[in-house]
């Protein structure tokens, strides 16, 4: 069964420091995998898409990076700000399957000042 | 700019009541989704469709309908709404660029 499992699933830190979230996939084959953050009551927003093919993708101080070998990627944020707290959702999509992405469940992330 | 309109950000429904949720895009893009979202489950997709007058099941279509009689309009239609719909639905589309757009989410109480 194509999963996607997201850890931890939730996580605070102090303004100013870095962290890193992680996601797990059992989608085989897959064509790109996504994250995207979603603030408190709105819609999610997309941070990166990376291909199969790809290992790393930069967004300002989001980086996330992919293993295809292992299936995990993870999404590191540097610096974070107070307006980092959010959910941070990973998604994949799977080859030749339009319209039926698999999402992981999010990682809400706090950050106190 | 892509832009995604969701109706109502808020609605509270008796059980039992006829509920709309209706989702408007301002590009001419064909491909829209619903999906619901609750805490533990992540989203999860209801319907979608790719084109006008078409339709196609998601993973959770039990209990929901929909409508897009014209391309920039699709609807999400709760023929009976009942308490366990109380969730957070999600309009998105897809410019077939891999990336989805979301509306701001309609958050639906059914009492």
Known sequence: KNQVEQSPQSLIILEGKNCT???NYTVSPFSNLRW???????GPVSLTIMTFSENTKSNGRYTATLDADTKQSSLHITASQLSDSASY??????SGNTGKLIFGQGTTLQVKP | DVK?????RYLVKRTGEKVFLECVQDMDHE?????RQDPGLGLRLIYFSYD?????????????SV??????????????ASTNQTSMYLCAIDRNTGELFF???SRLTVL
Not at chain 2, 4 to 8: L, R
């Open chain 2, 4 to 8: 995604v309109t969701q109706s109502s």
């Open chain 1, 89 to 94: 959702i990973c998604v994949v999509t799977p």
């Open chain 2, 31 to 35: 491909n829209m989704f619903w999906y």
């Open chain 1, 36 to 42: 995207y953050k979603q603030d408190t009551g709105r």
């Open chain 2, 52 to 64: 006008v007058k078409m339709k196609e099941k998601g993973d959770i279509p039990e209990g929901y």
């Open chain 2, 103 to 105: 509306g701001e989410g």
């Open chain 1, 21 to 23: 979230l992680q996601c």
């Open chain 2, 67 to 80: 409508s897009r009689e014209k391309k920039e309009r699709f609807s999400l239609i709760l023929e009976s």
